[in-house]
């Protein structure tokens, strides 16, 4: 396209192959992430019509959501289900040349938390994974999509995607966060202010000074949740934190090739004039720390709030789904957020279980104890994060104060391992989604910050950390 671009534009014109004239285009794919549960019909696919992996060295195989999180998992999975799933994707990257990190190697962790660590992901990339999630990505400056497992297979046989471009949309932050609000509470109200649909048919950029504020970690969280605001992905332009986050790890590129790369990925920012089809814009110093109260992230409050009254909603529809969400989640209109108290903690995911998260927690729990009535975990997000963080003593701050410290996965983020809530169990979760069910049968799910989880933990209840 000509005239001034957006960030999306420039990546999208960077890796189109084909246009068709009804708009549908062959996009190349630099990056292919793949776990264990949206691949093995796309790897037997491909053995049904004797094709290969076009590029394996562009594809990375890691088991995240299956893996149980206890320390004994070196000798075995026990639930059969998960063992053959997680069995299956080791026999397909081996059978088909691609690198593959199991759960006994230290690389091993949530395959979006795993893609940068690697330097596997970088600005300007096109990436893709069968997993809502990818959108992680977007916080180096790279179009990343989840997509669906017949997707999957047809990335892995042509390292082409079928794709429409999406609409552009700006959600720009502007202002300085006050302290203890974070980048999840900036998305958790960036999805309150927009809505689970808000972001449909677009791809959403975020800017603004709160959002060049944070740290790489803090934009993944971001880019993260995009999806939860209904966006086809999240960008964020890549700066100096990016480029320094970037190097020296592993798969980035080195030396001469580095330089050469720098050089491209200064140009990935949106052109002055560029059209955005929608735009947003929060003012972060306004912003509390969020908690959410229903069953669906847009369901948000601040934590010096109360419940909601759905009676207040005029819509019929959204009234009475309102009404249900309270009922599900066993609350009253009115009740002080700070009131509401909780019987799991669960701290991880690949929202909110990197090191910066963990140090996070570490800072509001060291030298407390768990409240009595509160059962709390804590997942790094991957194996590297977990020998950062002993390596750091967090570890024994975590122990010391009652939590279980656990072993790389998904855990409780979804109820696909052993961890899970038990019916109208009440949990404070790091994690991205609430939905009825997400963490357990009838399992309740109050979606906050990892400073709110920890404080949460140590109180029994909810806590404003501004008050801390
Ligand atoms: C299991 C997987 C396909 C799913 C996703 O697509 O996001 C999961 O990671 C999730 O978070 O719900
Ligand atoms: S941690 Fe949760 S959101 Fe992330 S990939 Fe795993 S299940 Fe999905």
């Known amino acids: ?93 081996a059978d088909f040349g691609v690198e593959y990190y199991s759960e006994n190697d230290k690389r091993q962790g949530i395959v979006h938390i795993v893609g940068p660590e690697q330097g596997f992901t970088l ?147 949106t052109d002055e004039g560029a059209h955005y089809d929608k735009v947003v814009v929060l003012n972060a110093a306004d912003l509390p720390p969020i908690v959410s109260w229903g069953s669906s992230p847009e369901d948000v409050i601040s934590v010096d709030g109360v419940v909601p009254n759905p009676d207040d909603i005029k819509d019929a529809n959204a009234r009475t789904s309102k009404w249900r969400a309270l009922e599900y989640m066993g609350l009253k209109p009115g009740t002080k957020i700070t009131d509401i108290t909780l019987d799991r903690v669960f701290i991880g995911s690949c929202t909110n279980g990197r090191i910066e998260d963990l140090r996070a927690v570490a800072k509001v729990v060291e030298g407390k104890k768990v409240a009595s009535t509160v059962d709390a975990m804590i997942v790094p997000g991957s194996g590297l994060v977990k020998e950062m963080a002993e390596a750091e003593g967090l570890d024994k701050i975590f122990i010391d104060a009652g939590f279980d410290w656990r072993e790389p996965g998904c855990s409780m983020c979804l109820a696909m391992n052993d961890d899970r809530l038990k019916p109208e169990e009440r949990c404070a979760s790091t994690s991205n989604r609430n939905f009825e069910g997400r963490q357990g049968f009838k399992g309740r799910t109050h979606l906050v910050s990892p400073a709110m989880a920890a404080a949460a933990a140590i109180a029994g209840h909810f806590v404003d950390i501004r008050t801390l």
Request: glycine fraction near 10%; charge should be negative.
């Open 1 to 93: 396209m000509t005239g001034p671009r957006t960030l999306y534009d420039k990546i999208w014109d960077d890796h189109l192959v084909h246009q068709a004239d009804d708009g549908t285009c062959l996009l190349y794919i630099d990056r292919h992430l793949v776990h264990e549960v949206t691949s093995p019909q796309a790897f037997e696919g491909l053995r049904l019509s004797n094709r290969t992996v076009r590029a394996p060295e562009k594809t990375l195989a890691v088991v995240d959501h299956n893996v149980p999180t206890s320390p004994d998992r070196h000798l075995g999975i026990k639930n059969e289900e998960s063992r053959i799933q997680v069995e299956a994707l080791a026999k397909n990257a």
């Open 123 to 269: 600005p300007g990339m096109t990436i893709v994974c069968g997993d809502s999630h990818t959108s992680t990505h977007g916080a180096f400056g790279a179009l990343a999509h989840g997509i669906g497992t017949s997707e999957v297979e047809h990335v892995l046989a042509t390292q082409t995607l079928i794709q429409k471009k999406a609409k552009n949309m700006l959600v720009r932050v502007d202002g300085v966060a006050p302290a203890g609000v974070t980048a999840k509470d900036i998305i958790l109200a960036v999805i309150g202010e927009i809505g689970t649909a808000g972001g449909n048919g677009h791809v959403i950029e975020f800017a603004g000074e709160a959002i060049e504020a944070l740290s790489m970690e803090g934009r993944m969280t971001i880019c993260n949740m995009t999806i939860e605001g209904g966006a086809r992905a999240g960008l964020i332009a890549p700066d100096q934190k990016t480029f320094d986050y970037i190097t020296g790890k592993p798969r980035a590129p080195k030396g001469a090739a580095l330089d050469m790369a720098l050089d491209y990925w200064k140009t990935l920012q």
